[in-house]
């Protein structure tokens, strides 16, 4: 490749770097891998006959779902390995990408987890069609198969995503006041006032992947959750500070002990209850959440 070819495929894929991570991360839900696909798209990018691409970023996006694909399957067998609950990885994200509800949402933990349920071509036929509205024929081409078998993918993908994420969306700002009872139930130790914020039938989900402790097991029903928070923040050897951040665009918690990240808490609220709890505690997934990683779905 000339140098002039080698720096309009650079430029290009600079241009649309965002893009491309965020599909990665869309499908992956995990930044680290999706900065590997990425890398691999890169080096398979540079290798193309620029002459023969009609469309830069239809073309980028294919290369990067279809290293995605493959990276899937890979990491299916970490996650069998997994001690614990798996989540993803949460990121810390710019206000402009709160501001973007489909993105937001598409984004959230409760609806990546939802995405986890799906197949490889499932999840990556669904992303690109609800998440980053591509049409059939280049979602065919990405996944290597026919526009009318896509059609019938998305549309059973579909009926399980709505089938299984929250009735109906929640606004940042009731998120937030919840986050705020929640954070003063917790300084306080207020049990009361924590089942008061939670749904009967709430779920925590703590991933401390083998390396910090955490519940083996989801934890079901408001008495065992309440009273898992309550007393494991009471046995905490130090100080320990709950703050707001925003994470996968929407409100989240950051913690600290004496000053050093301890984990961070999402939630999947509905009827102004928390339904969900997400407590991120493996460092290894906590990478991406002090500085804030760039989103886009164009």
């Known amino acids: 490749m000339s140098d002039q070819a080698t720096d309009q495929a650079t430029e290009a894929f600079v241009a649309h770097r965002n893009l491309l991570f965020t599909v990665a991360y869309e499908m992956l839900g995990s930044a680290a891998d999706a900065e590997d696909v990425l890398q691999e798209t890169w080096l398979r990018w540079v290798k193309v006959d620029q ?18 694909l493959n990276r899937l399957r890979t990491m299916s067998r970490r996650k069998e390995a997994y001690v614990g ?40 036929v669904f992303v690109l069609r609800e998440v980053f509205d591509f049409g059939y024929e280049e979602i065919a081409a990405a996944v290597d198969k026919s526009p009318a078998a896509v059609r019938q993918i998305a549309s059973r993908a579909r009926r ?32 009361q006032g924590l089942l008061d914020l939670l749904a009967p039938e709430v779920v925590l989900m703590t991933d ?3 390396v910090k402790q955490a519940a083996r097991r989801p934890i079901v ?19 320990l500070t709950l703050d707001h951040t925003v994470v996968n665009g929407n409100p989240a918690l950051v913690l600290h002990l004496d000053g050093e990240l301890e984990g ?35």
């Not at 102004?272 to 779905?297: A, C, D, F, Q, W």
């Open 85 to 124: 609950p798996w989540l993803p990885e949460p990121l810390l994200t710019a206000p402009d990408v709160a501001e973007d509800v489909d993105l937001a949402e598409s984004m959230s933990m409760a609806l990546m987890l939802v995405l986890e349920t799906l197949s490889p071509t499932e999840r990556a």
């Open 51 to 68: 002459g023969q691409v009609r469309d830069q970023r239809a073309y980028l996006v294919r290369i990067t779902t279809r290293q995605s």
């Open 160 to 191: 399980h995503v709505d089938a299984r994420r929250p009735r109906e969306a929640v606004s940042a700002g009731e998120t937030r006041a919840v986050l705020e009872s929640f954070q003063h139930a917790v300084h306080t130790g207020d049990l």
């Open 221 to 239: 029903g408001a008495d065992k959750v309440g009273r898992y928070i309550i007393g494991g923040t009471g046995k905490a050897e130090g100080t």
């Open 264 to 298: 961070i808490i999402t939630t999947r609220v509905e009827d102004s209850r928390i339904t969900g709890l997400y407590y991120v505690r493996n460092p290894e997934k906590l990478t991406h959440v002090e500085s804030e990683t760039p989103l886009t779905l164009r």
């Open 208 to 210: 401390g992947g083998g």
